[in-house]
């Protein structure tokens, strides 16, 4: 166990709709990355929040944004929901944005697309 | 550009050694990471390498060249509970703000 939490653990939406999904950090972590994972493929980098700022965004459309709380908590939102966003989205909580800060995954929110 | 190569399946027999590779190309290396995760769950951290040579964590160790862009994952002692995927991530300090490029992630499938 991480510590790290996700909300909600299955999520089921048709094309179009809005989806926020949750996260809480490992206490004592003041950073939250987010990811999508596709079946069968490694996680790709979504973005990164330090300190309630973005500290780093991947290669994904406006439509998907993010906040970070003053606790450290995360949201994830993605707008108009496509078929492809059917995927597992992980968040990672580590202690600042050094080098060798490790990541640590919360359990993941699955989400599918019809 | 960055890339990250690892087989995509292996197998393997209980009690057995098993070795797993991981090759990369990135313009401004920082440090790879190995993570073992389970169908349906969530990456788990298994080592960091920053510096060249071999890391040892019980079972599991890990080693590194840099000048090779190349690094293992070996397993000793198979137990049917190592069958998973393993990932193997760089931080690039190239990719926005040290970021994780990861592979797609080797599956070893732990046979009797």
């Known amino acids: 166990e991480t510590g790290v939490t996700q909300s909600p653990t299955h999520l089921i939406k048709t094309r179009g709709q809005q989806v926020t999904l949750r996260c809480s950090s490992q206490?004592?972590?003041?950073?939250v990355s987010w990811y999508q994972q596709a079946l069968g493929q490694g996680p790709q980098f979504i973005f990164q929040?330090?300190?309630?700022?973005?500290?780093g965004r991947g290669n994904f459309p406006p439509r998907f944004s993010g906040l970070q709380f003053p606790n450290y908590s995360s949201e994830l939102n993605v707008n108009a929901l496509e078929l492809d966003d059917s995927a597992l989205y992980l968040c990672?909580?580590?202690f600042g944005t050094g080098r060798s800060d490790t990541q640590y995954f919360g359990p993941g929110t699955r989400l599918t697309v019809l | 550009g960055q890339n990250i190569d690892q087989p995509t399946e292996m197998t393997a027999t209980e009690g057995a050694i098993v070795q797993i590779n991981c090759t990369y190309q990135?313009?401004?290396?920082?440090?790879l990471f190995w993570y073992q995760q389970h169908a349906g769950e969530a990456p788990t951290f298994l080592s960091y390498?920053?510096l060249d040579g071999l890391e040892e964590k019980g079972r599991f160790s890990s080693f590194l060249s840099r000048s090779k862009g190349y690094s293992y994952l070996l397993l000793k002692e198979l137990q049917m509970k190592d069958s998973a995927s393993y990932l193997c991530?760089?931080?690039?300090?190239?990719?926005?703000?040290?970021?994780?490029?990861w592979g797609a992630g080797t599956k070893l499938i732990i046979k009797p």
């Open positions: 990672a909580s580590s």
């Open positions: 991530a760089v931080r690039d300090k190239e990719e926005s703000n040290y970021q994780l490029i």
């Open positions: 206490s004592g972590h003041n950073t």
């Open positions: 990135t313009s401004g290396f920082n440090g």
């Open positions: 390498n920053v």
């Open positions: 929040y330090y300190r309630e700022e973005e500290n």
